[in-house]
């Protein structure tokens, strides 16, 4: 099983939402079965809550399921990942930092490295917490824009994975 984990701050608006866009696109790919897909937040604020309303609801509204419980991520499940994605560069640092060995942060990635479209200047997925509405249909626009080239990319992971 290829294991990857999304990455955020609190676990209830970025970070579900890439793992809900990521998890329908891997059932389309029929790989549902090789790749688990889930996700954490760097802190533990929301630890047990569900996605914030404004994630569901833009979730719902372009059909991907929304059901979701956040968590902490904890620098003990690097080795049970693949690949760790970090929804923007604080995260990233934060988990590189975080990662018991130069192997394991080597797992981590931004999200936005894999949207062919992004510059070096565009590598982050905004935090819509405090803002209105837009800033969660934003941040789903750019995940459904990276996850094609995450998808390429896992695949042929576990392609090389597979016997």
Known sequence: MYRVCFVCTGNICRSPM???????????AGLSGLVEVDSAGTGGWHEGDGADPRTAAVLEAAGYESGHRARQFRASWFA??????????????????????????????????????????????????????????????????????????VSEAVKEHTP
């Open 18 to 28: 890439a793992e809900s866009v990521f998890r329908s696109h891997v059932a389309d």
């Open 80 to 153: 049970g990942l693949d690949l760790v994605i970090a929804l923007d560069a604080g995260h990233l640092s934060d988990l590189r930092a975080l990662a018991p060995t130069p192997q394991d942060a080597a797992k981590v990635r931004l999200l936005r490295s894999y949207d062919p479209a992004a510059s070096a200047g565009q590598t982050d997925v905004p935090d819509p917490y405090y803002g209105s509405l837009d800033g969660f249909e934003e941040c789903l626009q750019l995940v459904e824009a990276a996850s094609p080239g995450l998808l390429a990319a």
